[in-house]
């Protein structure tokens, strides 16, 4: 199965918090999720130590053929043992991930989306926008600088933490099998944030391209707004992950 990813990240002095791999029938992609800057989240090991092995048990259960959200619950608790005699996982700011997940069968492709990742799939001579659309709903609703307060509680928005539950806020299904292209935020930043591309035209690029020319694409962008007056964002580079995967 010819998975290509590309990713990098944001800072050269800082570690590449998103995580994507793929066995022969699964690929996960995970995008972790720091805290607000001065903010403490509790935790000796850093959000790349957590997403790697979320994102590694997820893969793991996956390709031994288990559900979806069991598997990142599963995954989601293993890691929270890990470490909770350590760190403090109480606190709102504890490590977490959003989870793009992909399983590829005969007849259908399986899917999980959580938080603020996105898979894209061919439909009818166009493309398919699976996401997790809660963030982006909650964001106009509450007090700017707030949204983090809301994260992973009901009525919020949910990532992948240390509490379970998040697995079965996931949105889960199936569609035909078929090329797809998963992204963190900060590779979708070429349509979100800049609007330089449309869904179709980033998944032309990937599929023509490859993964990487999506990546570089983001970082030119960056680089000619690097005040971020022009496009405002929360990161002047973010990390920027796309995995993609034709039959």
């Known amino acids: ?10 800072r ?26 001065g903010r403490d989240n ?18 793991a259960g996956l390709d031994a053929g288990a559900d979806p959200r069991a598997a990142l619950a599963e995954a989601i608790t293993t890691v929270a043992s890990l470490h909770a005699g350590t760190c ?5 700011e504890t490590p977490s991930a959003t989870v793009v997940a992909a399983r590829i069968g005969a007849d259908r492709l399986e899917y999980l989306v959580l938080s603020d990742s996105v898979l894209l799939t ?32 009901p009525g919020g928005f949910w990532t992948a ?4 539950r998040a697995a079965e806020e996931a949105v889960v299904g199936t569609v035909p099998p078929g090329p797809f292209l998963a992204m ?3 590779a979708s930043r070429a349509v979100e944030v800049f609007g330089d591309l449309d869904w179709e035209g980033a998944f032309a690029l990937v599929r023509e391209r490859g993964p990487g020319a999506l990546v570089r694409r ?3 962008l960056e680089s000619d707004d690097p005040a971020c007056r022009r496009f405002p964002r929360g990161k002047v580079r973010d990390d920027a992950t796309a995995l993609w995967w034709s039959p």
């Not at 935790?43 to 997820?58: E, I, K, N, Q, Y």
């Not at 933490?161 to 379970?164: A, E, R, V, W, Y």
Request: net charge negative; charged share 20%.
């Open 184 to 186: 963190t935020d900060g």
């Open 1 to 10: 199965m010819p998975f290509h990813i590309a990713t990098a990240p944001g």
């Open 88 to 92: 403090d996982l109480g606190v709102q």
């Open 12 to 37: 050269p002095d800082h570690p590449n918090e998103d995580f994507a791999a793929a066995t022969a029938t699964a690929a996960v992609l995970l995008d972790g999720v720091s805290a607000p800057v």
């Open 218 to 220: 983001v970082r030119e």
């Open 122 to 153: 061919e439909a009818d001579g166009g493309v398919r926008v699976l996401a997790d659309t809660r963030l982006d709903d909650l964001r106009p609703r509450v007090a700017p600088g707030s949204v983090h307060a809301w994260r992973n509680v």
């Open 42 to 59: 509790g935790c000796s090991h850093g959000v790349s130590w957590h997403t790697r092995r979320v994102g590694a048990l997820l893969l």
């Open 161 to 164: 933490g240390s509490d379970p």
